[in-house]
């Protein structure tokens, strides 16, 4: 029987909120046995960037790394959001380090390709560099966002921080190989990871925010869809009961498991140790 592994992504309403992570940092370490924690970056990177003078910039809910920009979200996601957490958790007795997709090469990724919004051409790599929103003609480049390269994510180098007895903490940043940082989804980032470690572990992923789960009704907390399998995604994506934010979560939800992730829990931060348990009250992807 593989050993199991945990590997936990928290978003920003819990990053953003002082309280809500110290709670949930100590239900973290308090899990028992293998584990890994990514983090997303919260508001704290466009506050900041605020009073740099660094302008946050979103197309279709992505932000837009432009060299300032890559520059502020290493500084913060790497740098004090990442070792916030990896102080708090050794104060909790929790041996953590945190690292980026550089650090010890553990995820490589390329840069990604320029969308052309030609209508002709939607989808295809573009030459020109305007940006424009969602239909207008031209072209997007997202700057310095990162893809993650096809089986780039390190296992081998996972393994030996893992048999070791650390617990890895991973900002949403990975690397080109040439020298170059870039902001990855941390969601995207979570379901790598997990899919790598699947071969030697057991894993289940859990995408913790602030919702119970997937919910029928947006309007009703207690409306969780206990369960959702490919065939109910398609019921779901088809009658339209899904609201926007969660889809991403869902795609990268099955692409784990298409991969070889047993299961994926979709929850409530509050809820991390009893969707860590067999008595899960959040929402199962399978």
Known sequence: MMEKIFVIKIGGNVIDDNAALAIFLENFAAIEGKKILVHGGGKIATKIGDKLGI??????????????????????????????????????????????????????????????????????????????????????????????SPGGVDINTLNIFLSNGFTMIVAPLTHDGKGQMLNTNADTIASALAAGLSKDYEVRLVYCFEKKGVLGDMN????????????????????????????????NAFAAIENGVKEVLIGDANDLLQNVSANTCGTLIR
Request: aromatic fraction near 4%; charge should be neutral; proline fraction near 3%.
């Open 220 to 251: 009703d907390n207690g409306s969780v869809i206990p369960l959702i399998t490919k065939e109910k995604y398609r019921q779901l994506t088809d009658d339209n009961k899904l609201f926007e934010g969660i889809i991403p979560k869902i795609d």
């Open 55 to 148: 302008q946050s910039k979103y197309i279709n809910g992505r932000r837009l790394t432009d060299a300032a920009t890559i520059d502020l979200v290493t500084m913060v996601y790497g740098g004090l959001v990442n070792k916030t957490i990896v102080a708090k958790l050794q104060s909790l007795q929790c041996n953590a380090i945190g690292l980026t997709g550089a650090d010890a090469n553990i995820i490589p990724a390329t840069k990604r390709r320029v969308v052309n919004l030609n209508k002709n051409n939607i989808g295809e790599e573009g030459a020109g560099s305007k940006n424009g929103p969602e239909g207008a003609s031209g072209s997007i480049d997202y700057g310095f966002a990162g893809d993650i």
